[in-house]
């Protein structure tokens, strides 16, 4: 299971795009420090989750699932689990899970930080701290949908569904950060 010193030294080591996200990532930091089991999703008050805006190897689309529990149209990602060491390795796991494809490489620098009311699995209202990474597929790959949602299709990212602002503003992020020249550091399953 992901520490919660290990989540607070990924996401510490961030310098986010505006005043926005810095508030919300010393947030998410503050709870770090005061709930050892922040990364557990039994943490009832709230817990981090990790998160993939997963682009096609042009860069041009995003593949995004039909959540069957929040009705819309958003990135991948989810719960940290037992075997995951980072949030970096929750973010590339629930990624290749849920689209089915392999060989993705993924950015350990997050991207986005968004913190959301859900219910969610413990099935009592809880907040999601969740920590977003950009994941990159290979040329050709193929989505398979995964038990974890109704659809998945591939969006181009200048046409996204409207009921997804948070998505719009990773894709915004991802491409400052590619504009920007940062060298992804990648690793693959």
Request: proline share 7%.
């Amino acid at each position: 299971m992901v520490a919660a010193a290990t989540a607070a030294g990924e996401l510490g080591a961030w310098e986010p795009d505006g005043s926005d996200q810095r508030g919300l990532k010393h947030a998410v930091l503050a709870f770090l420090a005061a709930r050892p089991d922040a990364c557990e999703r039994s943490c009832e008050p709230g817990h981090l989750t990790a998160s993939a805006l997963l682009l096609d190897a042009a860069g041009t689309h995003t593949l995004l699932t039909l959540h069957p529990r929040v009705g819309k149209w958003i990135q991948l990602g989810g719960h940290c689990e037992p075997g995951d060491g980072s949030l970096v390795a929750a973010a590339l796991r629930e990624a290749t899970e849920e689209s089915g494809i392999g060989g993705l490489e993924i950015d350990p620098v997050p991207l986005h930080v968004d913190v959301h009311p859900i219910t969610c699995s413990l099935g009592v209202p809880t907040h999601h701290l969740d920590v977003r990474f950009l994941v990159r597929a290979p040329a050709g790959a193929v989505e398979r949908i995964s038990d974890e949602s109704d659809d998945l299709r591939w969006w181009p990212v200048d046409a996204l569904p409207d009921d997804s602002p948070t998505v719009r503003e990773m894709v915004a992020a991802a491409r400052r950060r590619l504009a920007g020249g940062q060298r992804q550091n990648s690793s693959s399953p």
